[in-house]
């Protein structure tokens, strides 16, 4: 038996085995996936809870001294914006 008929031989053997090590990896992964999502009555399961009416401050708005910075922000608006543009010096 040449190398290149054992070779033909073990092909199908070696891509089956890799076919089904990703296709259970998949699996393990999709189902954490359904895991996270919520269900009805898994709401005392999060400890985070409901976050309605918190406050985030995002990183970047931080200084050095991790207070909230008092610079002016960049900010982008695409066309089709309804809102009334913000002037700089508007107190609203």
Not at 77 to 90: K, M, V
Request: one cysteine or more; hydrophobic letters at 35%; proline letters at 9%.
């Amino acid at each position: 038996m040449s190398s290149s008929d054992l070779f033909a031989k073990l092909l199908p053997l070696v891509y089956g085995g890799c076919f089904l090590a990703l296709l259970w990896q998949a699996f393990q992964i999709m189902g954490r996936g359904y895991g996270a999502v919520p269900r009805p009555g898994d709401a005392n399961r999060t400890p985070s809870g409901d976050r309605t009416g918190r406050l985030t401050i995002h990183p970047e708005l931080l200084d050095a001294d991790g207070q909230i910075t008092n610079d002016d922000l960049l900010t982008v608006r695409f066309s089709g914006d309804n809102e009334q543009p913000a002037l700089p010096n508007d107190p609203n």
